[in-house]
Structures are given as C-alpha cells and as structure tokens.
T-cell receptor, first 112, second 114 residues
C-alpha cells in the first residue's frame, strides 16, 4: 500500500465549478501536511499547508482529519489557470526535515 | 524564482554511465534534499543533507550518492545508470532550524537514460 494515496483523475470541470480532491495517508506518525501544485514539466510549488482546524486561502480550502488519516482540498469557482496536478504531501516525524512523502497527484483540467 | 538552481536542465546518458547533478540552495538554507520523479508519479525522496552530512535516506540503492559543500550547495551522483533512472530529479532546500519554513524546489534536471 502506498503511503499517500490520491485519485489520479483527471478531473475535467468547467470554469466556475467547485471541485474536491481527497487523499489518505497510512503513517499515523505524520507531522505536517500540505498540498502542492505542479504544472506540466515544472517543479512542485507549495499551495497551502493543511491544519486540523481547516484553513482557507481565497478559493482554496484544505482540511485534515487525523483520526481518519484523510486530507482534502476544495477549489471553488475554478479558473482555467487552476489546471495542474495537485499533490498531497505528508511530512513524517522522522527521516529528516526535508523528507516529504508525495502522493502520485490528481490532475485537474478546467475548460471554458 | 525560488532561489534554488539546478544544472544541467536536461541531459541524456547511456545505460551503465555515471551522472552528476548539481544544486545551489536558496541563500541561507542549510538543508538540501533530492527527489526523483518518474513520469506520472509523485516525487520520491532520495536523501537529505544537513550541514554536509547525510541525515535521511529513502529507499534508493547505494549507487545513488550525494555531497553537500560548505556553501550548502549539493551534488547527486548516480552510478551504473539504468533505464528506470530516467526521471526528473528535483532538489529542495530549507532552513532546518525554523520548522515553519517552506521547502523550496528547484526546476529540476531531466535525465534520460538510453
């Protein structure tokens, strides 16, 4: 079983739609959680950190459920520029500060 | 734009050869890690260097090795290249003493093994 699992998609949605991505992780001893965005043939870039209390950044809302080991990302009012791969990322307690465990990513395609 | 620079950006090697990839971390960052991203997969952690010492390693064989220099720049060396080593190799840097710091990725080096 992979340490971080995501639905690969692709999710094809029209502009203005709301789309939700889910992710599960297997290691309960995980320290921090993130969503990264990766454009085609580019490096991953931090979209937002994820907290148990839930956090919002503009049109993006992230949620963590530690009991269920489940992470979500909600994108409201999708824009064409949101088209990318969204990577669910977990930082474990051990293995080094820069050690991140990535899911395989969920592809989002927003069309006019 | 992240301050993390990698070279070369693209290269082609033959199976069995050796390759060295280079990374300059963001100014002031003392921790560098390397990731391998195969097509259609998420990045996989190779190893991490903190103040010139390896202090974390993923599930990669010993032919993957690295160095970190006093200026915190780093190299990834891969010996006896295999076709499956074809991937995007990403370098990431951060300041370990500040647990709230973001980890920044370079644009990566695309390696093709033929």
């Amino acid at each position: 079983r992979k340490e971080v699992e995501q639905d690969p998609g692709p999710f094809n949605v029209p502009e203005g739609a709301t789309v939700a991505f889910n992710c599960t992780y297997s290691n309960s001893a995980s320290q921090s959680f993130f969503w990264y965005r990766q454009d085609c043939r580019k490096e991953p870039k931090l979209l937002m950190s994820v907290y148990s209390s839930g956090n919002e950044d503009g049109r993006f809302t992230a949620q963590l459920n530690r009991a269920s080991q489940y992470i979500s990302l909600l994108i409201r009012d999708s824009k064409l520029s949101d088209s990318a791969t969204y990577l669910c990322v977990v930082r474990p307690f051990s293995g080094g500060y820069n050690k991140l465990i990535f899911g395989a990513g969920t592809r989002l395609a927003v069309h006019p | 734009e992240t301050g993390v620079t990698q070279s070369p950006t693209h290269l082609i090697k033959t199976r069995g050869q050796q390759v060295t990839l280079r990374c300059s971390s963001q100014s002031g960052h003392n921790t560098v890690s390397w990731y391998q991203q195969a097509l259609g997969q998420g990045p996989q952690f190779i190893f991490q260097y903190y103040r010139e010492e390896e202090n974390g390693r993923g599930n990669f064989p010993p032919r993957f090795s690295g160095l970190q220099f006093p200026n915190y720049s780093s190299e990834l060396n891969v010996n006896a290249l295999e076709l499956d080593d074809s991937a995007l190799y990403l370098c990431a840097s951060s300041l370990a003493e500040n647990s709230g710091n973001t980890i920044y990725f370079g644009e990566g080096s695309w390696l093709t093994v033929v």
